[in-house]
């Protein structure tokens, strides 16, 4: 074997064996993000321990990652993606440092690939300006990740935006029969234990919050500030006022309720009114010229063969 080969042997494996190391701290991260969604299940009849929603930061390999983040001098990317991290649900204070260095390992797996690719089917070694498409390759690999991340908070936002009437209107359910709010928070807790939405996540969050000690307002807030979509924080500063001035909670509730349906029957009516415009373009490219060729070719073919025998003739 030459020396080129088995330089290429080496670095595949100490890529191979980076990436084994990645996948297993993702898997061990996603694991204690599991554990403590479990944790944060709620039963009436359950009472929770404080020390079971003990968050230990500091522990795990998420403190590795954040370390060595900041030995790099590249720790303020871990704190610019960290409201991402927060949107998409996690709540890890190093999620951000993991997911930093998951794209910085991916960058590096891609450039890797491309030089250890053999020469007959790599386009990239027969060119001269390689540094260039490395790094455009490595750019790719970024944004393409970010926009996995943009997508998935908008989905997150869309999901918890759809399910907040339901949650509202079960609430003032509970509420007008006889219940408190903390009771009927309660209940609605209980009820949707199994389900795996953002919005019942984050509500048995904010209930667990109060049983900890934060006032219904304060927990509110922190639920409104954590999620960051503008909708919820209508309905919280609605709550929220209403409770100071002494209104009733029930029409607070039902209002709300029927304002968010509202708005969402109204952005759907909006993007339904967008779906011609958009459909323009793939009619324009992809019907369009394919009945041009089944309505016009055989009447343009009928006449060229008329013209050539006329000139035959």
């Known amino acids: 074997m030459t020396a080129?080969?088995?330089?290429?042997?080496?670095?595949?494996?100490?890529?191979?064996?980076?990436?084994?190391?990645?996948?297993?701290?993702?898997?061990?991260?996603?694991?204690?993000t599991q554990i403590l969604l479990e944790r944060l299940r709620v039963r009436e009849s359950a009472p929770v321990d404080p020390e079971?929603?003990?968050?230990?930061?500091?522990?795990?390999?998420?403190?590795?990652?954040?370390?060595?983040?900041?030995?790099?001098?590249?720790?303020?990317?871990?704190?610019?993606?960290?409201?991402?991290?927060?949107?998409?649900?996690?709540?890890?204070?190093?999620?951000?440092?993991?997911?930093?260095?998951?794209?910085?390992?991916?960058?590096?797996?891609?450039?890797?690939?491309?030089?250890?690719?053999?020469?007959?089917?790599?386009?990239?070694v027969v060119r001269t300006d390689v540094p260039?498409?490395?790094?455009?390759?490595?750019?790719?690999?970024?944004?393409?990740?970010?926009?996995?991340?943009?997508?998935?908070?908008?989905?997150?936002?869309l999901l918890i935006e759809t399910d907040i009437p339901f949650w509202l209107d079960l609430h003032a359910t509970l509420v007008e029969g006889g219940m408190g709010f903390d009771q009927a928070l309660s209940r609605?807790?209980?009820?949707?234990?199994?389900?795996?939405?953002?919005?019942?996540?984050?509500?048995?969050?904010?209930?667990?919050?109060?049983?900890?000690?934060?006032?219904r307002l304060e927990a509110l807030r922190s639920m409104s500030s954590r999620i960051d979509v503008e909708t919820l924080d209508t309905v919280v500063a609605a709550i929220v006022q209403g409770d100071q001035i002494g209104g009733g909670i029930i029409d607070t509730l039902r209002a709300q309720a029927d304002m968010m349906r509202n708005k969402v029957f109204e952005e759907a009516r909006e993007r339904a009114q967008k779906l011609p415009v958009k459909l323009l373009f793939p009619m324009v490219v992809g019907i369009l010229p394919s009945l041009f060729l089944v309505t016009v070719a055989p009447s343009f073919l009928r006449l060229l063969g008329v013209f050539e025998g006329e000139g035959i003739g």
């Open 132 to 157: 260039l498409v490395a790094l455009v390759s490595a750019a790719g690999v970024w944004i393409l990740l970010d926009l996995v991340a943009v997508s998935k908070i908008r989905r997150r936002r």
């Open 52 to 124: 079971s929603l003990r968050r230990r930061g500091e522990e795990g390999p998420g403190e590795s990652v954040s370390l060595l983040l900041n030995f790099l001098m590249i720790g303020f990317l871990a704190r610019l993606y960290a409201p991402w991290m927060r949107k998409i649900g996690f709540r890890s204070p190093h999620a951000a440092a993991v997911y930093v260095l998951s794209k910085i390992v991916l960058m590096g797996a891609v450039v890797a690939a491309l030089f250890l690719t053999p020469s007959p089917y790599n386009p990239v």
């Open 188 to 215: 609605f807790v209980a009820e949707t234990e199994l389900f795996k939405r953002p919005l019942f996540v984050e509500l048995r969050y904010m209930y667990q919050e109060m049983n900890l000690g934060l006032s």
């Open 4 to 32: 080129e080969g088995t330089l290429a042997l080496v670095i595949a494996a100490l890529v191979l064996g980076v990436l084994a190391a990645l996948a297993l701290l993702v898997y061990r991260h996603h694991r204690r």
